[in-house]
């Protein structure tokens, strides 16, 4: 594990919105003056996968170049989080609430981005257009590169953490999706294995973000 690089700036943190129950929903921020390349990170989208926590605290430790912009999301659905459910307080899906795709179900929103959550995720994105969106989710241990994604940056994923590639990932409703399809972002999705935190392989997930993150290039 690579201990933290200190020369670089210190996290800033700020509220991307809030959540149906009031909560912040929070982004943390290492930005250098000269930024190359912006990564961002978002974790906690569904709250009964409690990897989260120790995934963005083990992501905001990791050695990176001088001239990357890290923003990482620790927990887009907190009240999920609180109650330990996958959905959030209106019980919906967040990864099937976004407006690509939109599917009507019954835990996909009354609407395409109906939930304040997702709005809050959109809008951080909208605004930033950054080079490279990582959403992490559990426990099916793959990581997938969306089409506009280099394949690349998931081998070097899969190799550091020692997951299998999954090759042409669709999800309709997704936040992966609907930054690879409408915002036109290099979009992954990761799924890390196990349905609770487990250390090693938090650790192997956390080494192959510092791998991927000296090999991502403005997009
Ligand atoms: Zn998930």
Known sequence: MATPNHRLPTWTVATIGTSVEGRPIERLDSRPDRVRCHVVVVCGVHGDERAAADLADGFGRIDRPDDLHLTIVPLLNPDGWSAETRNNARDVDLNRNFPWGWPRRPDSGAGPASEPETRAAMLLLETTLPDLVVWVHQPLNYVAALRGCPDRYADIWSEV???PVRRNLVQVGGGESWVDRRLGVP??????????????????????????????RPA
């Not at 999705?189 to 956390?206: C, I, N, P, S």
Request: hydrophobic content about 65%; charged content about 10%; proline content about 0%.
């Open 187 to 216: 979009s992954m999705l990761v799924e890390v294995g196990g349905t609770l935190a487990d250390a090693a392989g938090v650790d192997a997930h956390v080494a192959a973000l510092e791998a991927l993150v000296s090999a991502v």
């Open 161 to 163: 953490a020692g997951v």
